[in-house]
């Protein structure tokens, strides 16, 4: 069973760039997709990035496309998320999530970590 920690979140102006942290144990990372999601204040959770089990393959959300990049480092059992030019709408707890490699499921989450982008 894997486990999965975020870390990296906090307050940021907008504008500003922050770098997320999921660290993943208890199975090997490398067979797992993993994915970032968010939910805003109010709004129901939605797909932020994907990355293939190497890294080679990866896809942001189009509200994200050119400010965020997601990547991971195998060898740390560790997936990131790169999020530049924030905007107050991208206020949210962001969650990672894996699913094993050839599977459309999620099916282990992280606790999520509060991004707050202020105007």
């Known amino acids: 069973q894997v486990q999965l920690v975020e870390s990296g979140g906090g307050l940021v102006q907008a504008g500003g760039s922050v770098r997320l942290s999921c660290a993943a144990s208890g199975r090997t990372f490398s067979s797992l997709v993993m994915g970032w999601f968010r939910r805003a204040p109010g709004k129901e959770r939605e797909f932020v990035a994907r990355?293939?089990?190497?890294?080679?393959?990866?896809s942001v959300a189009d509200s994200v496309k050119g400010r965020f990049t997601i990547s991971r480092d195998n060898a740390k059992n560790t997936v990131y998320l790169q999020m530049n030019s924030l905007k107050p709408e991208d206020t949210a707890v962001y969650y990672c999530?894996?699913?094993?490699?050839?599977?459309?499921?999620?099916?282990?989450w992280g606790q999520g970590t509060q991004v707050t982008v202020s105007s």
């Open positions: 990355i293939n089990t190497s890294g080679a393959i990866t």
């Open positions: 999530a894996a699913a094993p490699s050839g599977s459309a499921y999620y099916t282990t």
